[in-house]
């Protein structure tokens, strides 16, 4: 096995281009919550209007260790965004890798969302995972949500 160092050596990088390593907390991903049937928002079905699908991680009550918190919320056009937000202002600029686990086996769907917005208690970050419908046809019907940091190496 090749020693870090000794690849840095034989393969500088340009200046430009930062590593980042995975940084995990200590709790693993959401619980798996079902996917309602996809429909438009405020379709009135047998069980009144249906809210937009929302996972959150960590899981109520616990604590990463990470110092962010990740909600997946379904837009009002079936888009699904990843927003994550950290209290701690030293975060900015940070990467976190949200990833979307599905009940296919061995599928998932990672981003990197990048905390590049300053708030006033800390800093935050958003992206897409595209439409709610694609992801149930690429993941399944019960999907989870799973988080980590990536720092620089």
Sequence with gaps: MLDESLLRQRFPLPPSVKLRKPRFGTSGPSDPQPVPPVGEL????????????????????????LGIEVTILEQKNGELLAYVESPRKE??????????????????VRKTVNLSKAEEH????????????????????????DAFLLVEA
């Design 42 to 65: 405020g379709d009135t079905g047998p069980d009144g209007v249906r809210a937009p699908y929302k996972l959150s991680w960590p899981r109520a009550g616990q604590d990463s260790g």
């Design 91 to 108: 975060a900015l600029g940070q990467g976190v890798s949200v990833a979307l686990l599905g009940n296919i086996e061995n599928r998932l």
């Design 122 to 145: 800390g800093c935050s970050g958003v992206v897409s995972f595209g439409m709610l419908s694609q992801v149930v046809k690429e993941l399944g019907d019960q999907l989870q949500v």
